[in-house]
């Protein structure tokens, strides 16, 4: 978000006594996401079951000073400035509306039963090649999605695409005051929502009304509704040469022919076109999509049971089924999750719609379908998905998210309440997924992530992650990357400080966090004692860059008889004493690692930072007994062998059998990750809670191990 809004425009526009000057650059309604609050006007939303309000403090303590509320707190915020309105969310819409009717750019409003998301896509992927666009983020359609997606136009925006989607009566009037389209597109029109509204023509009129000052307003062809002089009906088949040698469905295809109509009255050219067509794929959103037994194809989205979520899973389900039939099953004791799928499902009929509680999935006669496979929290669907699946390779490995929450709240309980926690998730946290755990992390309330790279944190962004993420290693070619995805490099040259203030100046950036490395003894990266005065320079003549931290790293945290850490903290110490007589503010200090946690607990500063112990992984025995493996690594027994004393097993014969006996044949090697150096007994397996040693040279995708006097078959699970 750019906005460069004065404080005397809000006076003006909320009728509000503002008495001093400043700029507005950001709106936050959560308190989570804010990084730099300074330039940040913060609505608060009254909730069922959270109110904005209560998070007022926390928005101030991270700098916001001005406010649009239902009614000021009670306590004192002494620079805090209150605009006080009957409606935060009505605020919002009119300061939406306001900044619409600032810019200059042509507005297509997007609404329909289902598709309004993947057009909207479509049809900024091809129009970004001629023009300056922005889109709704995600499925911005809402109320409040709509008012957030306005603000995102800047005065270069030359094209907007914005979602509208309405589920009540009086809802699309407001959106189109806001919205003001130009141009329109109708991509659907179905039963979803029908139940509020009196009857079908009356939920249709709702619906236009988006329209109702647009120019042009493209219909898709299976629409019927009254004919006007602005609409245009868009046939598929009108661009069927667009399509050739693209295995693009038929509703995919539909939504595509809106676009391009689109596109090519607004003047591009059909060849760009085409480019575009052939290298868009189906939205796939937040999802997992594998082939599962009896020839389905299974949709694992087990992450959340929410409407939007649900609507856009559906909508994908529906893309990739083409004829297939479809079956959606939902794990909730929830009655209000029951009646939200039976909201919203009337659109995507004809579909099978299960419950757990009430149907066996795998009872049913299921061959030939695509499953879409949706879970509350607490409903542990991802089981029914893994049932489901259909192994091509029987060497996975598990990761006991439970473990990995005791294993922080362990370490955890070693600290005071109140010191913040940095999980590091780097190098796809450890190998085990980056995504899904640092989702999980974030769930459960770490304050930090940290990454090695920045394209590691586009990732965790791309998923979902919001909560802050610390990049490690940020060379000068990703300083603009850092920014477009609102993560934090750490700072650990001059040179590299301009570089990134550079890219700051370029983006019209102020006050972006970022984390200085101070080199106190490990011989790496960072600012030595002779940097700090050049440092302190450039970070109080810069607003672009604010300290978020200050930290760096013990060479000796395994060795609680170190004196070489106390050593580095006290260059640590005397290094922050320096920047924090010199910098106005306060910023975080992290000198600890897990390890360290346990070993030197007096140095845990503000922050410390969990790693590899996330995992149960550590050499500290102290550490050893709080902590459980969260890791586990399987595969299976693929055949036994019977050997006669004296043959030989496996490469350079490396393998000898002592006496008659058996071993078993395990498809796993050095290419998974199994080493070299464990094979001839040096390492083994579990087997039916036995340890079986290996036996021979590990092969690239193979071991072999000793299984005599066992009962072991092929098909056994090994651990």
């Known amino acids: 978000m750019k906005l460069d809004l004065s404080y005397r425009e809000l006076s003006t526009l909320f009728d509000s006594e503002i008495s001093i000057s400043g700029k507005i650059h950001s709106i936050a309604y959560d308190s989570r996401k804010i990084i730099e ?218 939504n595509c022919a809106l676009a391009i109509a689109c596109a090519l009255d607004l003047g591009v050219d059909m060849d760009l076109i085409k480019k575009a067509i052939h290298e868009i794929r189906p939205i796939a959103m937040r999802m997992e999509v594998f082939e599962g037994v009896h020839n389905t194809l299974i949709i694992n989205d087990t992450y959340n049971l929410d409407r939007e979520g649900l609507e856009a899973s559906l909508q994908y389900q529906k893309l990739i089924a083409a004829d297939k039939r479809r079956i959606l099953y939902v794990g909730t004791s929830s009655d209000i999750n029951r009646k939200m799928v039976s909201d919203i499902i009337e659109e995507f009929e004809p579909i099978d719609v299960y419950f757990r509680d009430e149907t066996d999935l795998l009872e049913l006669e299921i061959s030939n379908s695509v499953i879409l496979i949706k879970g509350d929290r607490n409903s542990k669907m991802e089981q029914v998905s893994s049932t489901l699946r259909q192994f091509k390779h029987e060497t996975y490995v598990e990761i006991d998210l439970t473990s990995i929450r005791d294993n922080i709240q362990a370490l955890k309980a070693e600290l005071p309440k109140d010191i913040k926690v940095l999980a590091m998730v780097k190098a796809q946290s450890y ?167 346990i070993n030197f607990p007096e140095y845990h500063m503000d922050m410390v930072r969990i790693g590899i112990a996330m995992y149960g992984i550590t050499n500290d025995p102290k550490m050893k007994s709080l902590l459980q493996p969260s890791l586990k690594w399987y595969s299976t027994v693929s055949q036994i062998r019977h050997l006669k004393k004296g043959e030989t097993v496996g490469y350079s014969q490396k393998g000898v059998m002592e006496n008659d006996g058996m071993i078993a044949v395990i498809p796993v090697g050095y290419a998974d990750g199994f080493r070299r150096m464990l094979g001839n007994g040096n390492g083994g397996v579990y087997i039916n809670d036995k340890f079986c040693p290996t036996i021979g040279n590990v092969c690239m995708d193979m071991i072999m191990v000793d299984v005599t006097g066992s009962n072991v078959k092929a098909g056994d699970q090994v651990e």
Not at 40 to 66: C, M, N, Q, S, W
Not at 200 to 214: I, P, Q, R, Y
Not at 548 to 573: C, E, G, W
């Open 37 to 254: 609050g300074s330039q940040t006007l913060f609505v608060a939303f009254p909730g069922e079951f959270r109110d904005g309000h209560d998070f007022i403090p926390e928005a101030y303590a991270k700098g916001v000073r001005l406010f649009i509320v239902n009614k000021a707190p009670t306590l004192p915020l002494p620079q805090a400035i209150f605009i006080i309105v009957q409606n935060t969310l009505e605020a919002l819409q009119d300061l939406a509306k306001y900044h619409r009717s600032k810019h200059a750019c042509t507005v297509i409003g997007i609404t329909g039963s289902a598709g309004k998301t993947t057009v909207k896509e479509i049809l900024g992927s091809i129009l970004q090649e001629k023009f300056n666009v922005i889109r709704s983020p995600k499925s911005y359609n809402s109320q409040l999605g709509v008012a957030i997606s306005l603000l995102e136009i800047t005065p270069e925006t030359e094209v907007a695409i914005i979602e509208a989607g309405i589920s009540q009566p009086g809802e699309m009037e407001k959106l189109e005051k806001m919205i003001l389209p130009d141009i329109g597109i109708f991509t659907s029109f179905g039963s979803a929502h029908a139940r509020n509204f009196k009857n079908s023509d009356e939920h249709l009129s709702e619906k236009l009304m988006l329209f109702k000052h647009c120019k042009t307003v493209y219909v898709s062809e299976h629409i019927d509704i009254p004919s006007l002089d602005s609409f245009k009906k868009i046939k598929t088949d009108q661009y069927s040469s667009v399509f050739e040698n693209t295995d693009l469905s038929p509703v995919y295809q539909q």
């Open 431 to 597: 190998g085990s997924g980056g995504e899904r755990l640092a989702t999980y992390l974030e769930r459960i309330g770490i304050n930090y992530l940290g990454v090695a790279y920045p394209d590691e944190g586009a990732e965790l962004r791309a998923s979902g992650v919001s909560i802050p993420i610390m990049v490690m290693n940020a060379d000068p070619a990703s300083m603009r990357y850092c920014i477009e995805n609102e993560l934090e490099p750490t700072i650990y040259s001059t040179e590299q400080l301009d570089t990134f203030i550079r890219e700051l100046i370029y983006k019209e950036k102020f006050a972006y966090p970022i984390h200085i490395k101070l080199e106190t003894g490990m011989n790496r990266l960072g600012f030595r004692e002779g940097d700090i005065r050049n440092l302190i320079d450039i970070l109080k003549s810069q607003p672009e860059v604010k300290v978020q931290s200050v930290y760096s790293h013990l060479a000796a945290s395994d060795d609680p008889k170190s004196s070489y850490t106390n050593i580095q903290v006290d260059r640590f110490n005397h290094l922050c004493s320096l920047l924090e007589q010199a910098i106005p503010y306060q910023f975080d200090k992290h000198i600890l690692n897990s390890e360290g946690i």
